[in-house]
């Protein structure tokens, strides 16, 4: 069977060919069907009329209205609830779990323990609910169903729960260290194989021969995602089949995950995620919320919500891993980049995979020799996850930090020495990209942001040495992160005489818009005004496959499929139309699929941001004043998203950069911030001028739409530019984000209040 296979996908006729999809880094083999319809490409200069335009969102007015229904919106009849207890300690084994008080409040139906758990017998992550091993503070240990939220919560309470704490580790040092408390078993802490070494070149050879190094070391920050919307989910049994609502990310994989837990066909099980308040990484599965509500339902025979509280989703659901970077930065006497030369510690939690800080050295600049090594372990704190292009945010902080002080060092301009280094091809795998327009980002947005007038302004400023309490300082930084998407991915398009239409799209929305942009596709091919046609995504019971929303795939995976469904349906109707009989009632089933990716070559997207901030000497508060961003990610479908989209990117950044940190209590292991009072995000009062926006152009080589994606591009140079900046500004070496008052205070030689544990 397996050779048959290979011959089959090796076969250039063949129906299914295998093709290669990169996933936040990850590159995997995927077989996908080869399109029976290949359609040109809209090539840059191609004539569209929706296709470009700032269509307003279709969804946009029921969210406006609060008409748009997400997970707690959902009511079922005889609806329960779902309150989880957690453990307060580290690291532990529950000796203790009394539910005796617990069963006896008024409203409780039904307790679930790790007894319980195990004799349902659930298969896959499901089977590891509510373990008696504590492996980190918060981590759930029994979960009690009863009729209202209030009294789910007033059993969760009433749980007697007794913890024999034992030792636990948080950093990767101290992890890593002989004879150090196990978190997940087996002989070390170390995960993935670490320490992970790559390399191209001959580093300590450059090193050697180098006329100029610096050495820079960065700490960035574990950051929690903050969704407005918490993870939840609302199960639902009948007649040995499941529904469940989810604010998800990926609602076919939901559908996985739980037809292996309960042992069902996945065509028993129905996943529906109408609409969703974020997700940025952390909602591409099934989690204990969703278990549990599925169990829960079954054994009481009664619809289940489960959503958790801010405290739960703080502690809970995943976060980007804190990392601690070493950077070395080299040039030759000619002032030539020759050799980047990283080490990088990362601790992952309990569990997560490994995001790879490093990778955004190996693929940003020209330079002939670049080593990293990184070391991930496992440590007594909820596993990390998917967050906004993971690896690449922090990564890129340490690059291009060191990038600027090697060009302050060499006396050139940080603008000119990254032009000076593009990477006209993919450096790290020796391919062409598809489409690069990173030095028009450069020049557009140097010119936008007036930098070389701005830096004579503040060299002159200096010089005469009159500098106020408030400094001002300029940075710059880049990014690249590939977008290139790909297979599987299926449309249908039902088209009716009248001209209007229905897609079926099985793909969710984060809020990104993608039911305006397949609309505005669709409405192209087919000749229409966008509000003909109603787009169906979210539902695995209605519509065809497609992948989770991650990794800035959507754009690029779905439309190409709409496109193709839509031509077919019009390509149905012309001909109908022409026999001369009449249409009646007629429908015309267009079907479309995500073809496979270019071959040996990078699909990527570029960018810059430059940022300007004031720095306050005396306080240690930072306040950035202009941030300015360009962008190349091919085709624009919709510039209003397309803003949209880059301001969220550069938001989170721009808190990644002044506010968002962890803080875990070094002494308990529990968290300091679990809830959005004590865990600071940006808010208006916080936002400076923002100018974003696309360079205009298409990537017809990347697919026939000629987009690529945009989602987690945006928010990789947010903070790295902020953070140059504010090196420029004070002529010190920050050390670590965020940007806190007493860090800057200590940077600049003064007292400030005591830093947090």
Sequence with gaps: MRDAMRDAVSDASARYVATQVEVEGRVETRLVERPAIVLPPWEADATLAVVGQPVPRVDGPAKAAGRARYTADIVRPGM??????RAGVASGRVTRLDTAAARAVPGVRDILTAEEVGAAKLSGAAGRLLELRVAYAAHPVAAVCAESPEAARAGA????????????????????????????????????GSPVTRARGDVDAALAAAATVVTITVETPAALHC??????AVAEWDEGRLTVWEGTQGIFRVRENLARAFGLAQGDVRVIGEHMGGGFGAKNYAGPHTYLAALFARRLGRPVRCVLDRAGEQTDTGHRNATRQRVTAAADAAGRLVALDLTVDAPMGVGGWAASAAAVAHQMYDCPN?????????????????????GFVEGAVGVERAVDALAARLGADPLEFRRRHLAARDPDRDRPYSGNAL???????????????????????????????????????????????????????????????????????LGTGIRTLCAQVAAEVLGVAPARIRVTIGDTAQTPYTNNSWGSITTPSVLPAVRMAAHDARTQYEEARATGAPLGNMQFLGRGTRGPNPDRT????????????????????????????????????????????????????????????????????????????????????????????????????????????????????????IMNAVA????????????????VLRWIGRDGPPSPP
């Design 157 to 192: 309470e009433a749980l007697v729960v007794e913890v024999t704490p034992e030792p636990f580790v948080l950093d990767v040092e101290t992890a890593l260290a002989s004879g150090a408390p196990r978190v997940r078993g087996g002989a070390s802490n170390a995960a993935f």
């Design 602 to 721: 990078g699909v990527a997207t570029f960018g810059v941001q430059f940022a300007e901030v004031e720095v306050d000497t005396g306080t240690g508060v930072v306040r950035v004043t202009e941030l300015v961003a360009v962008h190349d990610a091919g085709r624009i479908v919709n510039p209003l998203l397309a803003r949209s989209q880059l301001e969220g990117g550069i938001l989170q950044g721009l808190g990644y950069a002044l506010f968002e940190e962890r803080v875990l209590d070094p002494a308990t292991g529990t968290s300091l911030t679990r809830g959005l009072h004590d865990y600071k995000v940006p808010t208006m009062a916080d936002v400076p001028v923002i100018d974003a926006w696309c360079v205009a152009g298409a990537d017809p080589v990347a697919n026939d739409v000629g987009a690529r994606g945009l989602a987690e591009a945006p928010i990789i140079p947010t903070a790295p530019a």
């Design 227 to 232: 969704a407005m919307e918490p993870h939840g």
């Design 80 to 85: 329960l609830h779902v309150a989880i207890r």
């Design 370 to 390: 670049v080593r990293s090594v990184e070391r991930f372990a496992f440590t007594h704190v909820g596993a990390m996850d998917s967050f906004r292009a993971p």
């Design 728 to 743: 420029d500004a004070l002529g010190v070496e920050p050390d670590a984000l965020p940007l806190a008052p007493w860090r």
């Design 439 to 509: 030095d028009r980002c450069y020049v557009e947005a140097a010119e936008r942001f007036r930098w070389a007038d701005r830096r004579r302004a503040l060299a002159a400023e200096r010089a005469r040495g009159r500098l106020g309490p408030v400094r001002r300082g300029i940075g710059v930084a880049a990014q690249v992160w590939g977008t290139g998407g790909g297979p599987p991915a299926h449309a249908i398009c039902r088209l009716n005489p009248d001209g209007s239409a229905e897609l079926l799209v099985g793909t969710q929305d």
